[in-house]
Each structure stands twice: as C-alpha cells, then as structure tokens.
C-alpha cells in the first residue's frame, strides 16, 4: 500500500509502513481520539486529501504497535466479516 509494506486480513490492509510512520485503519471516532490526544495525526498519503478511518503513528516501542495493530485487525476484521 503507499509503495510500502502492508498487513493484510482476507485481503483487506489493515496497517501499514509509510515514511516511517505505522499507518492503521481504524474507525473514525478512534482516529480523532488518538489524534486529540497527540497519539497520532490523521494521515494523509501526499494527495491533499486526508483518510478519515486512517491515522500515523510515530515511531513507539514495539509494545505499542502490537496492541495498535491488533485493534486494526480487529476493525478491519469486523468490517468484512
């Protein structure tokens, strides 16, 4: 996705790497709520246009990403079910 590498569930990517940042789609009121809390910033892949259901995640332990990663799938799994 992006150029970059994804995680994918059933075919649908759920997470992502873009310009060192984790990207994750998750749903759109837990975006704004990592956004607030300067957890993440909503992500826009270079287009000028920003992705609702997707955030970028700075650099944190791997700790972090995992539980992040793991409610994406859990959304994305969700979603598609």
């Known amino acids: ?3 970059g590498i994804a995680l994918k569930l059933n075919n649908r990517v759920f997470a ?10 998750l749903s759109k009121e837990r975006v704004d709520q990592l956004v607030a809390a300067h957890e993440g910033e909503n992500f826009d892949p270079g287009m000028g ?10 650099p944190g332990t791997p700790d972090e990403w995992q539980a992040l990663m793991q409610e994406a799938r859990s959304f994305v799994g969700a979603l598609y079910a």
């Open 16 to 25: 992502c790497l873009f310009k060192g940042q984790l990207v994750l789609k």
């Open 49 to 58: 246009r920003v992705m609702r259901e997707w955030v970028a995640v700075d």
């Open 1 to 3: 996705m992006f150029g």
